[in-house]
Nanobody, 114 residues
């Protein structure tokens, strides 16, 4: 099974930016991010395929951009205009396709202060 290692979480003020990274130990078709806030269900943030197709959660609304370096097996999530409601643990995930996600990172905390 492919291992995923995340980095880049932290504390930021509302309106600020953060960049998350996730590196896979091997090739993986779709990679991206889910997030989960306390007391809430997990939700899809953004995913990208090896061919560059992207999916975003409805709440993103142009604030986040996902990109990928296939040569490095790494996916990036640039998050701008962060809001306090973006506070959550962000999990890198990957698999053959959305709906067949079978690799998960350990999670990284993102906290947005008001």
């Amino acid at each position: 099974q492919v291992q995923l290692v995340e980095s880049g979480g932290g504390l930021v003020q509302a309106g600020g930016s953060l960049r998350l990274s996730c590196t896979a130990s091997g090739r993986i078709n779709v990679m991206g991010w889910y997030r989960q806030a306390p007391g809430k269900q997990r939700e899809l943030v953004a995913f990208i395929s090896s061919g560059g197709s992207r999916n975003y959660g409805d709440f993103v609304k142009g604030r986040f951009t996902i990109s990928r370096d296939n040569g490095k097996n790494t996916v990036y999530l640039q998050m701008n205009s962060l809001k306090p409601e973006d506070t959550a643990v962000y999990y890198c995930a990957g698999g053959l396709r959305l709906g067949l996600i079978d690799s998960w990172g350990q999670g990284t905390q993102v906290t947005v202060s008001s």
